[in-house]
C-alpha cells in the first residue's frame, strides 16, 4: 500500500500503541507467544488476552511498547504501521492522553 504523507510520519515506535486494542485471534505458528497472555474467545478461538479497559494484557501500560514483541503473533507482525487501518485507530484513541 503506497504511503501518504499522513503515514510517513507514523512509526511504531511513537505510536503509543493504536493497535494494542484491537482483538488479535491466534493462527498456527504463533506457539511463542507465552500461555499467560492466551484466552479463549466465546467461539473457542485463542485469542490475546485483553485487560478489562481492552488494552492488550501484554502492552507495558508505562512505556506503551509490547513486552512481548519478540514472541508476538503473526497478526501483530502483520500489522502495517501507516496503512489506512494504522491511520483510521490512531483517529480513533486519542493518543496524545496515553503518554
Same mark, same amino acid.
Given at each position: 500500500?503506497?504511503?501518504?504523507?499522513?503515514?510517513?510520519?507514523?512509526?511504531?515506535?511513537?505510536?503509543?500503541?493504536?493497535?494494542?486494542?484491537?482483538?488479535?485471534?491466534?493462527?498456527?505458528?504463533?506457539?511463542?507467544?507465552?500461555?499467560?497472555?492466551?484466552?479463549?474467545?466465546?467461539?473457542?478461538?485463542?485469542?490475546?488476552? @485483553?485487560?478489562?479497559?481492552?488494552?492488550?494484557?501484554?502492552?507495558?501500560? /508505562?512505556?506503551? *511498547?509490547?513486552? %512481548?514483541?519478540?514472541? #508476538?503473533?503473526?497478526?501483530? @507482525?502483520?500489522?502495517?504501521?501507516?496503512?489506512?487501518?494504522?491511520?483510521? /485507530?490512531?483517529? *480513533?484513541?486519542? %493518543?496524545?492522553?496515553? #503518554?
Amino acid at each position: 500500500m503506497p504511503h501518504t504523507p499522513e503515514s510517513a510520519a507514523i512509526s511504531c515506535s511513537s505510536c503509543k500503541a493504536c493497535c494494542c486494542q484491537l482483538e488479535v485471534i491466534l493462527m498456527a505458528g504463533d506457539d511463542a507467544v507465552p500461555a499467560r497472555y492466551i484466552v479463549e474467545d466465546d467461539w473457542g478461538a485463542e485469542t490475546l488476552r @485483553r485487560r478489562d479497559d481492552g488494552w492488550c494484557a501484554a502492552l507495558d501500560r /508505562q512505556t506503551m *511498547l509490547c513486552t %512481548i514483541y519478540a514472541q #508476538r503473533p503473526w497478526v501483530c @507482525r502483520e500489522y502495517q504501521e501507516g496503512d489506512y487501518d494504522c491511520l483510521v /485507530q490512531r483517529k *480513533l484513541i486519542p %493518543i496524545l492522553t496515553l #503518554r
